[in-house]
């Protein structure tokens, strides 16, 4: 157990439709980053947030949007989805030193139809 | 840039047998590599990660990895492994790069580590 939650485990949307994906901090954790993982892929990097800002963006359509609160929990969202969005959603949380090892919630597996 | 190859997407070994996970990264400044583990349907745990402090180095449940400067390399090993390893590893690099790429995880594909009885 590594302290960093997310909301919900599973989803199900048509295209087209919006989504929101929630990722609970560590505690003392100011930074998180977003990470899409599909199926028999690697990890790949969506965006991370440094104290409220965006300070870190992967090769992610402006579709793809986050928030993170001032309690350092996070949202990502995304507009418009497309059938190619179907993955595990992964957030992971750290101090915010460079080499402060990241922290992975268990996912949100988000399914397209 | 930055990036990750993890050689084979699947490795198959004996229970007790020596676990070799190989994993070789590309990046302009000098890098920090990570070595993740994924069971089904759960999120990344860190197994062990190099910081540029020394080049071999030891992370849980008996992995360890060296860093390899001249053959860009970052290989896992354990020197015998159990039913429990049988699991999915990721390699990852970061680097102190400055820009949108300030503490992005680069991973590779993965690797399917299968353990026979």
């Known amino acids: 157990e590594t302290g960093v939650t997310q909301s919900p485990t599973h989803l199900i949307k048509t295209r087209g439709q919006q989504v929101t994906l929630r990722c609970s901090s560590q505690s003392g954790h100011n930074t998180v980053s977003w990470y899409q993982q599909a199926l028999g892929q690697g990890p790949q990097f969506i965006f991370q947030y440094y104290r409220e800002e965006e300070n870190g963006r992967g090769n992610f359509p402006p579709r793809f949007s986050g928030l993170q609160f001032p309690n350092y929990s996070s949202e990502l969202n995304v507009n418009a989805l497309e059938l190619d969005d179907s993955a595990l959603y992964l957030c992971?949380?750290?101090?915010?030193?460079?080499?402060?090892?990241?922290?992975f919630g268990p996912g949100t597996r988000l399914t397209v139809l | 840039a930055q990036s990750v190859t993890q050689l084979g997407s699947h490795v198959s070994v004996s229970e007790g047998a020596l676990v070799l996970l190989r994993c070789n990264y590309s990046s302009s400044v000098p890098p920090y590599l990570f070595w993740y583990v994924q069971y089904p349907n759960q999120g990344l745990q860190l197994l062990l990660k190099y910081t540029s402090a020394a080049t071999l180095v030891k992370g849980i449940n008996g992995f360890e990895a060296e860093f390899k400067k001249s053959e860009t390399s970052f290989h896992l090993t354990k020197p015998s492994a159990h039913m429990s390893d049988a699991a999915e590893y990721f390699c990852?690099?970061?680097?102190?790069?400055?820009?949108?790429?300030?503490?992005?995880?680069?991973f590779g594909q993965g690797t399917i580590l299968t353990v026979h009885p």
């Open positions: 990852a690099v970061s680097s102190n790069a400055g820009g949108t790429s300030y503490g992005k995880l680069t």
């Open positions: 992971a949380t750290k101090a915010g030193g460079l080499t402060d090892t990241q922290y």
